[in-house]
Each structure stands twice: as C-alpha cells, then as structure tokens.
C-alpha cells in the first residue's frame, strides 16, 4: 500500500463523480502536492485533481476513487500588481475571491464561469470561460505564467509575471484543458485588464432562429466591439424564444453610441439593459445550461458543449429546434467564439441518440463534449467523443508516464 | 552525410531544389543574427507539405538533424543550421489557400509573409494584428515558431493569440492537424504549446490564423519629454485609468536621433518620446483620447502632437519602426537586445543601463514597447576597435541580468533561439529545464529537430545552473558557447 504522507479518508462533500474517495491529501504547498503525486505515481494509485468540485462530475464515469488531491488549501497566494495589471494567485483561490480583491484596485480577471465557487485551478484545467470570452478570450488567453506540480516529485515553472514573455516552452498553454491528466497546477499567473466603467446590453427577441441568425452575421461584419455577445432559445410562457444579446462596454458616451448603432441593425424586438438589470440578465444566461430555470427541465439533465464555424449559426440554431421535438432543450452559444451549450432533457437513450446525431459528420457542429450527464448516459456514449492526438498522448506518457493522473477520466 | 541520402531527397524534392554547393549554402548559414554562422550540409526547398513530410521522414530514419528556416529574418539564430544536418527551406511553401471572410479565418502556408495576409484581406476591411517590424518580409512560419509580437501586443495579443490551427510534420515524420478552427476542441492545448516552441517539436505546413475587423478609427499621438521618468508616469497614469492603448512606444534621445538620420520623421527635439495610439469605435475612441492627451498634457510633455491624418500617423510609425535599422545611421555596429520588466520597473532599469552605458562608454539607444515592458536596447559599437564588439556581447548580457533581477524576462518576442540559451538558468531552475526537456523528448526522442536551440543542454561538463559562469574549457579556449 502507498502511504500517501498527510492523506486522510474522504467525506461525501469531498466526492468525484458522486464517489467518496477512499483517501484525500490536502497539500499546503507545490513541493507537499508534488510529494504526494510522486507517491501515487510510485504506487500507480489512480488520481483525481480537485478545487471546488464544481464540475467534478465530468469526464469519463469511474467506478472508484482511490486517491483525491484537493487544492483547497493552496490558497494563500495572492500578489496583485495592480501597476503591472498582473496577479499571481494559488490554484485553490476560488474565481470570486480572485476577482473581489482585484477589484479594489478597479481591475479584474474576465473569467465568467457559470460556476460561482469554481477555483483558478479548476477554471484553467477546464479552460472554463462564459460570455465574456467575445472580448478577452478563453483562461489560457490571459495566462502568463504557471507552477505545476508533476508526478515525478518536482515543482516547475513556466511563463513569469511580465505580460511579453518567450523564454522557454508555454507549459500553462499545454496544461489548459487537460483537466488535470498530465500536472497539478500551483499556482498561476495572469494579465489583468481594468473594470469598465460603464456597460449596457441590446436585447434583441425572436420567434424565429433565421432572422436572429441574420442580425447577428451583420453585427459581426460591423466596427462595433461587443464585450459579450450571445444566443439562447429556451421556452417561455409564449412559446420557444431566440435572444440574441449584445453587450458593450467603455466609457458611457461609448457605450451609448454603440448600443444605438446596433440597435439599427437588429430586426427583433429590443430592449436595452443597463445595471441590476443587465447584471442578472447576464447570469441568468449563464446558468441557463445548469440551472433548471423552467418547468420542462430538470437539474440532472445533460449538458453537452458542441462547437461550429460562426457563419454556420442559422444551421445549428435550426439543429437545436430539431433536437427540440425529441428532447427538452435550451441552448446558450456565443456568436462570436462559435461555441455553445445544449442542455438536453429526456431519457438517457433519447439523449444518447441526440448526441449521436449532433456527431454525424454532416452535422455544423464538432467537438462534441458531454460536460453533465448521468452515469448510464456517459456509458451509452463516449464523453470526449475523439481519442487525444499523437503528440497529447506523447504528452500524457512523458508527464505522467504511471497513467494515474485523472483516473481514466480523460481527455488524456 | 551519404550520397544516396542527398539522392532521396532529390527524388522528393527534384534536383534542382536541394543545394549543395558551398556558394549555394553560403545564404542559409545565418538568419537575421550574422554573428552565428554554421554551413548546414544541404538546404532542402520543398513545394508542397508532402514534401517537407517526405523530406523530414528520412531525416528520421538515417538520423539526420534538421533545422526548419522561413525567410530568415529571426533576431536569435533560431534558424541556425547544425552542422552536417539539413535545412528545411519553406520559402516555397508561399501559397494563401484560402480566405474566409464570415468566419474571419485565413489559411496560408508557412512562406506566406506576415504583411501578405493583411494585403490580402484589407479590401475587405480585416487585418492580421501581430506586427512585428520585420512584416513586410519575415514569413508566417516564423512567426509561429517565435510567438511573434509587435507594436500593438498591448492591446492586441501575440501570434499564439492569433493562430487558431497549423498542420505540422512531426519529428517522426508524421503529417497531423494541431489545434481547431472550431472552438473548444476537447483536450490540452497543444497549439499553444507549439506555437512560440522555436521550430524545436514540429515543422509547421500549413497555418490558419484569425483576422480582426479594421478598427472604426484610429488616433495617434507623439509626446515630447525632458525626461524620461516623466514619459513613465504618463504611461501609469494611461493605464491607472483604465485605458488599454493599441500601442504605447518610448524612444530615448539616440534612438530618435538615429530615426531622424535615417527616415526624417520629423519628431520633436527630446529626451524622451512617447507614442500612443487608441483604436476602436470612434465615440470610445474620441473619449479615451481626450483623457490621454490631457495626461500627457499633466505630466509634462513638452509638445502633443496628434497625428492629423494617415500620412501623419504612418510618419511617426515610419520613424518608430526604422529605428533599429537606423543605428546603422549613428553607430558602425549594433546589437540589438530584446528583454521584458515589469511596467513599473521600466525607470529604474533604464536608470541601470544608462548607467551601464556611463560605465562601459558603449552608447545605448533605447526604443522600447513601453506598455508591455518590452525593452529593446540597442548597443553602439565599433568592431573595428579591439575588444568592442565583444564588450558589446558583455553589455547586452548585463542588461538581461538587470531583466531578470527586475522580475522580468529575457526575451519578449525574439527568442531564445541559439543566441540566448545560455542565459535560460538565469530565468529557469534546473528541474524547470528539465520538464521543457521531457516535453521536447515526447515530441522528438532522437533530438533531431533543430537541436542546440532554446535549451542550454548538452550542458559542459561541470556547469551549473544559476547565472552564467565561464566554463574553464572556455577560459582555456577550448570550447565556445553558442
């Protein structure tokens, strides 16, 4: 049996998966949690990587948990060069705090997960983003500089805290999105960007998804600079609706002037939104995908991310209302990025079959991920969809060659 | 090096496209860094990603180094040939395979210059962001390799920002997409690793990059400084109040001295010049620019200049832009350093090399890309004075000691290269190097790849990490670093 120094048994609030894990350590530092990884690569203990556990659900379903390294307690680094616009901040610092303090110097990390608790480890592990990501782009966009604890016992850096920075090879890249398969995050480091000083949002309202579809390909061939810019269709009291929301932020002159000049390009029924207003409208749009914010839906339904090319709009919107007859669904995308979520409700073979449709290659959408779904669901279907690349396997066996790190749960 | 080695590649290349002749070699032993010279066995130019597949292939099998080169213009010998290995010429590969105005990609190959791009989709009111200085020339390829920058980064972001998916030949010799031009392609982000990897995990075939709207206006101005720490507080006090500029450029008084010689842009007698420019919709624009005038105003500038047109505006990039090439116009020779500080440690770093400058008696002109901390030093030396050219190596090292200590970095957007390497332990510990070093492995086990670059092994014998020391073979001169 490994002996796993300063582990201890693991309690349900703890769990993976729905899974109690058999052991949890709860490192203080990079050179503890690389000590402990080191000991489960040594003992090929599978191992789980865990902040908050706000999406500790995702991933392939496993049948045990041996092994949790919580990064809850690497949590007191936060230095904030507000003069730089940069922050180095532990990987256990959950999104919230991080953004807290940074906001007392009127700056921010423009990170908008649709999870409140979520960690800075477990946002760049996911590459987690929400609307927000139209103007400043996913985690690993803003990404300068990380500590990584690896399974053979050492503690390593790349990047630094300067925003220009090409020495040595980007490991922070490389461990964005790998949901913890081939290193431990530490801590990282980010550029930072000043809180606006003024936003406001068009909404603009749809029977239809193709005039939406429309609108939105004109504001994208204009000079505007939306900050967010996003779809949903969800049921209302009136029937199916497509929203389309455009969000601008600058000065206020400026963002006055923007909002009217996309008002004249949009044919829905607008309204503008400023403040509490905008606020909640936009969280709502967040949470649309995980929440259960209608009747017809439920808060185990699957949650599917897919992808497409942004001129391709009008077809994935006109998927979504097919997939509609067969399964509950609400749909948030952004236009810009071309990514959505659908959330699907139904049985777990009526999913299935939906998903599998959404893969076909004639479908306008690819990198089809089932992020939620039940245990029967995420067997009926392959989660990740697509086997890692040549040179990610290459990765995964020189980093973690014991195999342990995430479980099996892939990606990697 | 066999002849039926050098007959293969004829077979996949054609004969007239692999150069052998030491004539023919002689433009492929330096880049844009001459005091690094090799003469590479052969230089290989294939047309097509086939090709370069093929050509890499049995590089793999018979063992052969090989060394990745696009137009050659890169600042860190990043595309020094090994000797007896093979170069890779993409110049050949120069094709723009496809534009897709809608989804705002463009798909090119990697010869295709960075300026090309933007030629080719400005009738339709899109641009490719990363400027490097070398645009007009230097190839997209390379720009990849080095996570290329340029003036507008600030704002902007680097070539990794900007490249949504390449297709690569592996060191084994495999063909294979990287990164998605979908989003949210499940998995690590290999892309980002590869990109800025300075042709050391893969040669890049094919590459599709995003291009961004023109921005609805654009406004620049020049301010004039007694001193530089007054540019500096400008510069805070832009970004202390919520202003991203596009750009924000500092010449000191020998680099405008010099731009002046050279290309006559007209710039106000100075210490210091400060460049800003704003970008974006025109009322956010008008707004910010007003704020910013008004701080350069505060702080001391002894002239605004708002450029009052395009002619005006690529006046003062034109002078800002020449600068490094105009030292030639005030200096026999020069070296140019790329280091990174903090914003905030800019004056007292530039405090050091002034007195660094004082000291050795070697003038330094500073151009700079202020709102990063992006430092470009430049080193006046004359080689025809004994020892100067090596004192000016000596000096240019000292100013990365001051990046370094200063928490920064030593390079921003040139590389490491094989000019550099040496320098990596000031930056990296030694169990950093060697998870770089395991990374290279997994993509290029037999070290093939443009080895000799970006990490500094074979270590000598004895060498320990931490700041540079001379090796006693080296004192001895029985051994050099390159």
């Known amino acids: 049996m490994t002996v796993i120094q300063h582990g201890r048994g693991g309690s349900p609030g703890e769990a993976i998966d729905g899974i109690t894990p058999r052991l949890v350590a709860e490192p203080t530092s990079g050179e503890a949690c690389a000590a402990v990884l080191a000991a489960a690569a040594a003992g090929r203990v599978p191992t789980v990587m865990r902040g908050s556990g706000t999406k500790s659900g995702w991933g392939r379903p496993l049948d045990a948990v041996d092994l949790v390294v919580s990064t809850k307690s690497l949590n007191n680094l936060l230095v904030h060069r507000d003069g730089d616009l940069t922050v180095t901040v532990g990987a256990g610092v959950t999104l919230a705090r991080l953004n807290t303090a940074l906001s007392a110097r009127g700056q921010w990390l423009p990170v908008d997960s649709a999870f409140v608790g979520t960690t800075v480890g477990g946002a760049l592990a996911t590459n987690d983003s929400g609307p927000l990501r139209q103007r400043f782009g996913t985690p690993r966009d803003l990404l300068i500089g990380i500590t990584l604890a690896l399974t053979d016992g050492r503690v390593v850096k790349s990047g630094g805290t300067v925003v220009k920075n090409v020495a040595g090879y980007d490991l922070g890249k490389l461990v964005t999105g790998s949901y913890g398969a081939l290193a431990a995050i530490v801590d990282a480091t980010f550029k930072l960007l000043p809180l606006p000083h003024a936003s406001a949002t068009l909404r603009a309202v749809y029977t239809d998804p193709e005039p939406l579809a429309a609108d939105a390909a004109a504001i ?59 606020t909640r409208a936009w969280a709502e749009q967040v949470a649309l995908a995980w929440e ?18 942004p001129s391709r709009l009008g077809e994935v919107l006109a998927l979504a209302r097919a997939l509609r007859a067969d399964c509950g669904m609400a749909f948030t995308g952004r236009i810009g990025a071309g990514s959505g979520l659908l959330r699907l409700a139904g049985g777990d073979h009526t999913v299935a079959a939906a998903i599998e449709q959404l893969r076909l290659d004639s479908s306008p959408v690819g990198h089809v991920v089932v992020l939620r779904g039940s245990r029967v669901l995420r067997s009926l279907v392959d989660v990740w969809g697509t086997a890692p690349s040549a040179p990610a396997a290459a990765l995964k066996r020189a980093l973690d060659p014991a195999g342990i790190l995430n479980a099996g749960r892939g990606p990697l | 090096m066999t002849e039926r080695f050098r007959e293969e590649l004829r077979g996949i290349c054609g004969a007239s496209a692999v150069l052998t002749e030491p004539v023919q070699l002689l433009t492929y032993e330096c880049d844009a860094l001459p005091h690094l010279r090799e003469s590479p066995a052969l230089v290989v130019l294939p047309d097509s990603a086939a090709q370069v597949q093929a050509v890499v292939r049995v590089c793999a099998r018979e063992g052969v180094p090989f060394v990745a080169r696009g137009h050659g213009t890169g600042l860190s010998g990043g595309a020094l040939p090994v000797p007896g290995g093979v170069v890779i010429s993409l110049a050949r590969l120069n094709r723009v395979l496809e534009i897709d105005i809608p989804n705002r990609l463009v798909t090119v190959e990697p010869g295709v210059t960075n300026l090309e791009i933007t030629r080719q989709v400005a009738p339709f009111g899109y641009y490719y962001a990363p400027d490097p200085s070398s645009q007009q020339v230097c190839s997209i390829g390379g720009n990849v390799a080095e996570n290329s920058g340029g003036a507008h980064c600030l704002k902007y972001g680097f070539t990794v920002h900007h490249v949504v998916e390449v297709e690569a030949v592996l060191p084994d010799g495999s063909l294979t997409r990287i990164g998605s031009r979908l989003a949210d392609e499940p998995g690590p982000d290999v892309l980002g690793l590869v990109v800025g ?22 406004q620049t101005l020049l301010a004039a400084y007694d001193t530089i720490s007054a540019a500096g507080t400008a510069v805070s006090e832009i970004i202390a109040a919520g202003i991203i500029p596009a750009a924000v450029e500092m010449m000191d008084a020998l680099a405008i001295k010099a731009a002046e010689a050279a290309v006559h842009p007209n710039f106000p007698p100075a210490d210091t010049i400060l460049i800003v420019e704003l970008d974006g919709p025109a009322p956010e624009v008008r707004e910010l620019f007003a704020m910013v005038e008004a701080i350069c105003r505060r702080t001391g500038a002894s002239t605004v200049e708002v450029a009052a047109d395009e002619a005006h505006r690529m006046r003062i990039w034109k002078g800002r832009k020449a600068a490094f090439a105009a030292m030639g116009r005030v200096s026999p020779n020069y070296y140019v350093q790329d280091g990174v500080v903090p914003r905030t440690k800019l004056p007292e770093v530039l405090g050091r090399i002034k007195a660094l400058s004082e000291r050795s008696g070697l003038g330094i002109g500073n151009v700079f890309h202020a709102g990063d901390g992006n430092l470009h030093p430049l080193i006046c030396y004359d080689e025809s004075v004994p020892g100067q050219a090596e004192l000016a190596e000596k000096v240019a090292g000292e100013i990365l000691t001051y990046c370094v200590e200063a928490g920064g970095s030593i390079t921003g957007e040139h590389g490491v290269g094989a000019d550099k390497k040496h320098y990596m332990p000031r930056m990296f510990s030694e169990h950093d190097l060697d998870a770089f070093q395991q990374v290279r492995d997994a993509f290029d086990p037999q070290r093939i790849c443009n080895p000799g ?22 004192r001895a001169g029985l051994a050099e670093r390159f």
Request: aromatic share 4%.
């Open chain 2, 197 to 218: 990897s300075e042709g050391t995990l893969a040669v890049v075939t094919k590459v599709v990059v995003r291009i961004l709207r023109r921005p609805e206006t654009v």
């Open chain 2, 453 to 474: 670059k970006v990490l500094p092994t074979p270590r000598l014998c004895g060498e320990v990490p931490g700041p540079y020391r001379e090796h006693p073979a080296e």
């Open chain 1, 292 to 309: 259960a914010p209608s009747t017809s839906l439920g808060a185990s339904d699957a949650v599917v991310r897919c992808s497409w090319l």
């Open chain 1, 220 to 278: 994208a061939a204009g000079q505007l600079e939306p900050m967010a810019f996003d779809v949903r269709a969800a049921d209302t009291p009136d029937g199916l609706r497509w929203t389309m929301l455009v969000r601008f932020a600058s000065s206020p002159a400026a963002v006055a002037a923007q909002l009217d000049a996309a008002r004249t390009l949009v044919h829905g029924e607008t309204s503008a939104m400023r403040e509490g207003i905008e």
